[in-house]
């Protein structure tokens, strides 16, 4: 029997994933905090309880995200890059896109038939585009993040949101919100945005079918519903996408 597990450390959230004999026995979404080799532990140590197992039965521990460099307890640390291209190959090796929006930034993988990665994109400069850049925009909106999606889609159109800077956008958002527009369609329009900036970085990169999305943004119906659109093809989200690059990280770790 073996038995790994992976911890991926996000600006947003922590996420750990226990792999045994190959097949996912515990997963766990805590808030990321400023002590990340703290909460790092907690998320291995509540996996490892799902799993019905101890730390001392570990035969690998492989961080992930960009925090971790702060997880001691790691034998391995690899890029969240190949991590969630492990993650999706696991899930469907038939994929060759996948799309990864994460709280702070947004990246468009290749992979080839053996599920490794041939290239990426990564925007990592600023919040645009990104999960920290929705979570603003509900803030200014006054509406629950999870509640996004569901509002994107019932509005029948989308408003123009002319800037992805994170300050004039919000500043455009209020100034829409001032005038009257329903706040459905700010949304949509805000979706359209990202959706329109990660495909233009998908179109740079060369993007192929099938394409699946990870990330907690996944769980955004609206993104998803505009990224479709935009790319004209049908995008797979797997039940939980933001657990895939500490499932991805664990799965390496059995190496």
């Not at 309880?49 to 690899?78: H, K, W």
């Not at 999870?146 to 949101?161: D, F, K, Y």
């Amino acid at each position: 029997m073996s038995l790994t597990a992976g911890v991926d450390v996000g600006s947003l959230t922590t996420k750990a994933v226990v792999v045994r004999d190959g097949r996912m026995a515990g997963a766990v979404v805590l808030k990321s905090g400023v002590n990340s080799a703290e909460i790092a532990e907690k998320a291995l140590q509540a996996a490892l309880e799902q799993a019905g197992a101890g730390l001392e039965s570990l035969d690998g521990i492989v961080a992930t995200g960009y925090g971790r460099i702060r997880v001691p307890f790691a034998g391995r640390r690899v890029t969240e890059i190949t991590c969630h291209a492990r993650g999706i190959y696991y899930l469907w090796p038939e994929v060759r896109t996948v799309i990864d929006i994460g709280g702070q930034d947004s990246k468009v993988i290749l992979l080839d038939a053996g599920g490794k990665v041939r290239d990426f994109v990564m925007n990592e400069k600023c919040a645009a585009g990104t999960g920290r850049f929705l979570e603003i925009m509900a803030g200014a909106l006054e509406v629950p993040l999870e509640e996004m999606g569901t509002l994107s889609r019932q509005a029948g159109q989308g408003a123009n949101i002319t800037s992805m800077c994170t300050v004039f956008a919000e500043s455009e958002v209020v100034s829409l919100v001032a005038e009257g527009r329903p706040v459905a369609e700010i949304i949509r329009g805000l979706h359209n945005a990202v959706a329109q900036r990660v495909v233009a970085m998908a179109q740079r990169l060369g993007w192929e079918e099938p394409v699946a999305m990870t990330g907690g943004v996944a769980k955004n119906s609206g993104v998803v519903k505009s990224l479709e659109e935009n790319l004209d093809t049908s995008i797979r989200v797997p039940p939980d996408p933001q657990i895939i690059g500490a499932l991805g990280a664990a799965l390496l770790a059995l190496r």
